[in-house]
């Protein structure tokens, strides 16, 4: 008799878990069915379907033009590749900062339509009522603060933030106000190492960071950035586990020389 393996599903409950016992939490973007597929046997704990996919997927210089539709037809089809992760989506750029009443009908239909198990807001304080209307209705809230890049004509630079003490100081109470309103976790991204490692240390839930060192509960990197598909992004904080981009190049130049050849297909591999 053959006994199947029963997977487990990371859930909110078990990233609380995780910061509690000291396990550190991965995390990695993914936009389709075949990435997620991979990611998720791979044992990644959280696919983030990011709004990156503006950039990464479409090509646009912000996250600025991707829709709540769009974002919904990524998310379903890493949901559909996904028997362990926890999958994160973020709501688009518009979807949450207008009224409680908005940003909730947003959240309803994101989770509705794409089988996603939490979302991804950008903000502190000033969506905190936003935050708290979607969280009241049962539906799990990971924060994000430092560098959002949804506010980057507002910043005008992809620059470190929170290294002013002012920055600093409205960085730590926004988290504490996330945490209280009910957030599960909060991304950090490109702030200081050592105020990254304060604000997590401060908080009882998770903390994922990006390009803010160390000291955070998790980690998480844009999976073309982290395989090497992405060619002209080097920031200080990026590690590539591939160089997938040159790999692509290579074996789509050898398939060209084979077919204008006649070496492809040859006997074996036809009917």
Do not use: W
Not at 95 to 119: C, I, N, W
Not at 176 to 187: D, R, S, T
């Amino acid at each position: 008799m053959s006994v199947n393996k029963i997977i487990k599903r990371v859930t909110t409950n078990t990233i609380h878990s995780m910061k509690q016992n000291g396990e550190k939490i991965s995390m990695l973007t993914a936009y389709d069915f075949s990435t997620a597929r991979a990611l998720d046997q791979a044992g990644i704990d959280i696919l983030l379907v990011g709004d990156s996919a503006a950039n990464v997927f479409a090509g646009y210089e912000t996250t600025l033009p991707i829709t709540l539709d769009h974002m919904i037809y990524h998310a379903s089809a890493v949901a559909r590749g996904t028997q362990r992760a926890l999958v994160l989506v973020d709501l688009p750029f518009g979807e949450y900062q207008g009224t409680p009443e908005d940003a909730f009908k947003s959240a309803v239909r994101m989770m509705k339509e794409s089988g996603a198990h939490a979302l991804k807001l950008e903000g502190g304080v000033e969506i905190l009522e936003n935050i708290k209307k979607i969280v009241d209705a049962g539906i799990p809230v990971c924060g994000h603060l430092g560098l959002t890049p949804q506010s980057i004509n507002k910043f005008g630079t992809f620059g470190v933030r929170a290294q002013e003490e002012a920055e600093a100081e409205k960085l730590k109470s926004d988290a504490l106000a996330l945490q209280n309103i009910g957030c599960f976790a909060i991304v950090l991204e490109k702030i200081p190492a050592i105020l990254a490692k304060e604000v997590t240390e401060s908080l009882s839930i998770p903390t994922i960071g990006i390009g803010a060192g160390n000291g955070c509960d998790g980690q998480v990197l844009v999976v073309n950035d982290m395989l090497g598909f992405t060619k002209d992004f080097k920031p200080k904080f990026l590690r590539r586990y591939m160089n997938m981009y040159d790999g692509i190049v290579e074996a789509a130049a050898q398939y060209a020389a084979d077919v204008k050849s006649g070496n492809y297909p040859n006997e074996s591999e036809q009917y």
